[in-house]
């Protein structure tokens, strides 16, 4: 079991353009996170998948964020012409049940 | 809204303390409780994690408590050691058939020196 990866685990990009990012979940795991955290913040939640149907997403999604997981095992999270408010750690998570979260590494983007 | 507070946010303590971070939240209707642990500039790792029915939870040097009457949890770490440095974060799951999403607390920024 190789735990949650993630790619790229830091992006530099600047404002306006396109940025993807990419989350492994742990096999078998179904339900896949994303999370947005700032410096001195907490995570904050952005989206759930279950298999491969997006179940919710929040607010903090603007039409600028796009989040798939076309075949219910990865999943990318795409920001279309990014603003510098976007830097943050973004972060997925996995779980096989509505219990425990696994966290994967994060990637971290700054937008100059 | 789900508000989850963590008291204090920073701590330093010399090595071989016992110590407890205090976690609330505001809606006792939770489904479950997690700690975790970060690392500067890493991901989560998760710690323990209470169900709504528990009352506590034990790993090695780590007790984690729930008290869902009150809005409260506590983490429990005996022993204390440099390696602990990190911040912890609790995090709670709504108990609510559409919540999915864990609300997290800022965390405690704690530092065991030698």
């Known amino acids: 079991d190789t735990g949650v990866s993630q790619d790229p685990r830091h992006k530099i990009t600047k404002r306006g353009q396109n940025v993807t990012f990419r989350c492994d979940p742990i096999?078998?795991?179904?339900?896949l996170y994303w999370y947005r955290q700032t410096l001195g913040q907490g995570p904050e939640f952005l989206t759930y998948?279950?298999?491969?149907?997006?179940?919710?997403k929040s607010r903090l999604l603007s039409d600028r964020f796009s989040a798939e997981r076309p075949k219910g095992s990865f999943s990318t999270l795409e920001i279309q012409r990014t603003e510098q408010g976007d830097s943050a750690m973004y972060l997925c998570?996995?779980?096989?049940?509505?219990?425990?979260?696994?966290f994967g590494p994060g990637t971290r983007l700054t937008v100059l | 809204k789900q508000e989850v507070t963590q008291i204090p946010a920073a701590l330093s303590v010399p090595e071989g303390e016992n110590l407890v971070l205090n976690c609330s939240f505001t809606?006792?209707?939770?489904?479950?409780l997690q700690w975790f642990r970060q690392d500067p500039g890493k991901g989560l790792t998760s710690l323990l994690l209470?169900?709504?029915?528990?009352r506590e939870q034990t790993s090695g040097r780590l007790n984690a408590s729930l008290d869902k009457s009150s809005g409260r949890s506590t983490l429990y770490i005996a022993a204390s050691q440099p390696g602990d440095s990190a911040t912890y974060l609790c995090?709670?799951?709504?108990?609510?058939?559409?919540?999915?999403?864990?609300?997290f607390g800022k965390g405690t920024s704690l530092l065991v020196t030698p």
């Open positions: 998570a996995s779980s096989l049940t509505h219990n425990e979260q696994f």
């Open positions: 096999s078998e795991h179904n339900r």
């Open positions: 998948f279950q298999n491969e149907a997006q179940l919710e």
């Open positions: 809606d006792s209707a939770i489904y479950n």
């Open positions: 209470i169900q709504s029915s528990q």
């Open positions: 995090a709670s799951k709504s108990g609510s058939n559409s919540g999915y999403a864990l609300n």
